[in-house]
């Protein structure tokens, strides 16, 4: 028996097993587990095993970047491949030309993980939204130029908003060569320094939209500078570059109503301003005028005539009250006089006289009695009317002097 090297048993072994055709162009179905992605050769190294067994695996470059969907841990699938020997370690494996999803779509396992990704990174929140312009001036719009979606813009801007100044950036809208075309449209629509962009196609088959879920044009529409309004499709269909933009429109003739405003009702709104713009000038004219009068008003009450005025008239409230409270004390004191007088008179030595009584006085002394006067004396005798003068004659007995 010869003897051989263990590079020659493995090259042997590896020859019979590339010749057996049975091992050639295998549908081998398991799941993925130990995946690496190779980033310096961009190889796919990973495991397919199944309930029992599992085999090694490796995908080449060549291979793995014509994949729409990126490999993961766990994933089912559908692997095209062959089985051989790797001579340097004994290492049974199989060389992988194709993979397919076990169950889903490629294209949509490939669409669902792009979105994950791009969710993941904040590419469609809602807070990197930008509103649009009320009034831009320049419009772009990024479509095909042979289609019916550039006409319905062209219709509904020429329509509404006729004094905005369109740009059209023509661009493949589906096939191969689409996306890049795409990208290409949106920078030179930011070169140009539009105010709104409009991003789109119509209608057609999922397949006839797949630009539109690429990452290339998700990014762009993310990174540009301008408001994206975008309007993939119909109604129904939906996009990557849809959840991406700043606004999705259903349609492009609905992209570009929102993306331009209204002009008759743009000057229904201004003929409102200027009613209400009239009014409230009427109205501040006429708050302004209330308040000048009031000033004039504070300014004449404040002025020295004003105050004179008012001092001279306050004076003369000041005097006609005076005046009254004197009339008043002249009144009352004058009733009491009166009263007065009416009491002394009552008490007046006159109106005894008047009753037949008389006054007689001795000199300036009045006589209350004989022995104040003796025999011979003058007296002045005073009645109610007038006065009478005696001569004291002689003192009677028990009656003093008479007369």
């Known amino acids: 028996m010869a003897v051989i090297s263990v590079t020659q048993l493995n090259r042997y072994v590896g020859f019979k097993l590339k010749e057996d055709r049975m091992l050639q162009g295998l549908l081998v179905q398991g799941e993925i587990t130990n995946f690496t992605n190779h980033y310096r050769s ?57 993979l397919q999803p076990d169950g889903a779509g490629a294209k949509a396992l490939a669409l669902e993980q792009l979105k994950k990704k791009l969710t993941a990174m904040g590419v469609f929140d809602s807070s990197a939204k930008r509103p649009l312009p009320a009034m831009p001036q320049k419009i772009g719009v990024i479509t095909s130029d042979t289609g019916a979606a550039l006409q319905d813009v062209k219709n509904v801007i020429g ?14 809208v589906q096939g191969e060569n689409a996306a890049n075309s795409v990208c290409r449209a949106i920078q030179a629509a930011e070169r ?8 789109g196609r119509g209608g057609g088959a999922a397949e006839d939209l ?28 939906w996009t990557l570059a849809d959840a991406a933009a700043d606004l999705r429109a259903p349609t492009p003739s609905a992209a570009a109503e929102l993306a331009v405003p209204d002009v008759q009702h743009l000057m229904q709104t201004v003929q409102e301003l200027g009613r ?19 000033m004039q008003d504070k300014l004449l009450l404040a002025s020295p005539q004003q105050r ?22 002249l009144e009352r004191r004058s009733t009491q006089l009166m009263q007065q007088a009416e009491r002394l008179d009552m008490l007046s030595p006159l109106k005894i006289l008047g009753r037949g009584y008389a006054l007689v006085y001795h000199g300036e002394d009045l006589i209350h009695s004989g022995a104040q006067v ?30």
């Open 374 to 403: 003796q025999t011979g004396d003058l007296l002045r005798i005073q009645l109610a009317q007038e006065s009478v003068y005696a001569r004291v004659a002689e003192e009677k007995e028990g009656t003093g002097h008479g007369i």
């Open 42 to 98: 961009g190889h796919f190294y990973f495991t397919i095993r199944d309930e029992e067994s599992s085999v090694k695996a490796v995908m080449f470059r060549s291979n793995a970047q014509r994949l729409r969907f990126m490999p993961e841990d766990g994933m089912r699938v559908i692997a095209a491949a062959s089985a051989s020997l790797y001579e340097r370690d004994g290492a049974f494996q199989l060389y992988v030309t194709d």
């Open 159 to 172: 329509r509404r908003y006729p004094i905005g100044h369109l740009l059209v950036y023509p661009a493949l």
């Open 210 to 237: 797949q630009a539109f879920n690429t990452e290339a044009v998700v990014m762009a529409i993310y990174h540009c500078t301008i408001p994206v309004v975008s309007a993939v499709g119909h109604e129904t269909d």
């Open 308 to 329: 004179q005025q008012a001092a001279q008239l306050e004076l003369q409230h000041i005097r006609e009250r005076l005046e009254h409270g004197i009339n008043r004390t």
């Open 276 to 294: 209400r713009q009239e009014a409230a000038v009427i109205r501040i004219f006429q708050q302004k005028e209330q308040e000048l009068r009031r």
């Open 192 to 199: 140009d320094s539009c105010d709104v962009l409009i991003v």
